[in-house]
C-alpha cells in the first residue's frame, strides 16, 4: 500500500509539474544573466575567462550581462515575455532565464615556427523557479575556434582574444552568448515534452586513470563525457535532455552561481530514460603516415522505473592524426578527444535509426542491433 501511495503522489506531482509548464507561454520570466555551473570553490579554476570578461567594465552590471542582454532583445520571441526589469525572485514572479556557463577548454599544439589554439566553451540555456529552486526547462549551446599563429607570438593575448569572440561573436561569426539567445523558442518548447533522458552515469575503467594528462582530472573528464554526450543528443532535436549532472543519482542537483554572487541550488526533473557511459580503453597506434587513435566505451540504456536495462554494449572509434617531424609539441588528449566526439556522434545518429552496418563495425556486443531497432520509437 505504502508503495501504491508513493507512485500516486509521484503521478500527481508529475501531472501538476507538466500544467504548470504548459502555463509558461503566458507568464512572464525574468531575465537573470549569466550565471556559473558547478561547486562555489571551483568557479574561477573553471571559468577563468568568462569571470575575467564579464568583469571588464565600470558599471555594476558584467559585460557578459550586459551583451546577452543586448541579444536577447534582439531575438524575441512570441512564446516568451523575458523581462528585463528589476525583480523580487524570492516573493513575486520567481520565474527567471539565465545562462549557465558550464565548460572553458583551451588546447594547444606547436607545429614548427607556428603554435595552433583550439578554444571551446559551453553552457546551459536555463529556464527555473528560483523560489522553489526547479528547473523547468534548459537547452544546451555550445561554440569552438581555432587559431594559428607564429610560435612566439603571446599565447596568453590569443587566448584572451579567442574566449572573447566565442561569448561576444565578432560580425562574421555570432558567439555563444547569440546562439543562445537563438535557442530561446527551444527553450519553451522542451517543457512541453513526455520524455525526458539524461546521462545519469558516466566513468572511467580504474586503469585509464593514471593515463590521463597531469592538467586533467578524473572529474573533468567525465564532465566533459556527460556534457557532450547530453549537447549533441539534444542537438538532434527530437528529445528533451535533461543537463548532465555529477552525481545525478543522488538527489539530481544543479548548483550555481550569477554574476552578482548570489547563489541557486536545482532539483532537476526526474528522468524517463537514462544513459550510463564508462570509458574504458584508449590506444594509439601507427597507421602509415598517420598515428590513430582509439577509444572504446561501454553504453547502456536504461529506464528508472522499470528498473530495466533497454540496450548495452561496447562501442569503439579511432580517428587518424598526422603527426610530422615538424610536431614539437603534440596534444594527443585532444586527438583521443575527437575519436570520443565522433564515437558519441555516430552512436546518438544511430539511435532513431540504427544500421547493422554501423553496428557491426564499432561494436562486439551481438545484442546491441536488435536492441536499439527495438527502442527506436523513443527517440522519433
Known amino acids: 500500500m505504502a508503495v501504491k501511495k508513493t507512485v500516486l503522489k509521484s503521478i500527481g506531482l508529475l501531472l501538476l509539474s507538466l500544467f ?10 525574468y531575465f537573470a544573466g ?7 570553490q571551483l568557479l574561477q579554476e573553471n571559468y577563468p575567462q568568462a569571470l575575467r570578461i564579464n568583469a571588464q567594465t565600470d558599471s555594476a552590471v558584467g559585460r557578459l550581462d550586459q551583451a546577452l542582454r543586448q541579444q536577447m532583445q534582439q531575438h524575441k520571441t512570441a512564446a516568451l515575455n523575458v523581462r528585463f526589469d528589476l525583480a523580487d525572485y524570492r516573493k513575486g ?17 606547436l607545429i614548427g615556427d607556428k603554435r595552433k589554439l583550439i578554444a571551446k566553451v559551453s553552457a546551459q540555456l536555463l529556464l527555473f523557479d528560483y523560489k522553489r529552486g526547479v528547473l523547468l526547462s534548459s537547452v544546451p549551446v555550445a561554440a569552438a575556434k581555432n587559431h594559428v599563429q607564429s ?4 599565447v596568453q593575448d590569443a587566448q584572451q582574444q579567442l574566449f572573447e569572440d566565442l561569448y561576444l561573436g565578432r560580425k562574421d561569426q555570432p558567439g555563444l552568448l547569440a546562439l543562445a539567445s537563438q535557442k530561446l523558442p527551444e527553450l519553451l518548447a522542451s517543457t512541453k515534452v513526455t520524455r525526458r533522458f539524461q546521462v545519469a552515469e558516466v566513468s572511467l ?9 597531469s592538467n586533467y582530472s578524473e572529474q573533468g573528464v567525465t564532465q566533459y563525457i556527460g556534457q557532450y554526450f547530453t549537447a549533441q543528443l539534444a542537438n538532434q532535436g527530437r528529445v528533451a535532455v535533461l543537463p548532465y549532472v555529477r552525481g545525478a543519482g543522488f538527489g539530481n542537483k544543479m548548483a550555481g552561481r550569477f554574476a552578482n554572487g548570489d547563489v541557486f541550488n536545482l532539483t532537476l526533473p526526474k528522468p524517463d530514460y537514462v544513459f550510463k557511459l564508462q570509458l574504458s580503453n584508449l590506444k594509439k597506434a601507427p597507421y602509415k603516415d598517420d598515428m590513430l587513435f582509439a577509444c572504446r566505451m561501454q553504453v547502456s540504456l536504461d529506464e528508472p522505473f522499470s528498473e530495466k536495462t533497454l540496450a548495452e554494449g561496447h562501442i569503439h572509434y579511432a580517428v587518424a592524426k598526422l603527426i610530422s617531424p615538424n610536431h614539437k609539441q ?7 578527444q575527437d575519436a570520443m566526439e565522433v564515437l558519441l556522434d555516430d552512436f546518438i545518429h544511430q539511435l532513431p535509426q540504427p544500421q547493422r552496418s554501423w553496428v557491426k563495425q564499432h561494436s562486439d556486443s551481438k545484442s546491441l542491433y536488435q536492441q536499439l531497432k527495438q527502442h527506436k520509437k523513443l527517440f522519433n
Do not use: F, R
Request: negative net charge.
Open 34 to 40: 549569466v550565471s556559473y555551473l558547478g561547486q562555489h
Open 205 to 213: 575503467a580504474e586503469p585509464l586513470v593514471p593515463l590521463l594528462p
Open 93 to 109: 514572479n520567481s520565474v527567471v532565464i539565465s545562462l549557465g556557463i558550464e565548460k572553458e577548454y583551451l588546447s594547444t599544439e
Open 330 to 336: 603534440v596534444d594527443e588528449w585532444a586527438a583521443y
Open 20 to 29: 504548470s509548464l504548459c502555463s509558461m507561454a503566458q507568464q512572464d520570466v
Open 151 to 154: 610560435s612566439k607570438a603571446s
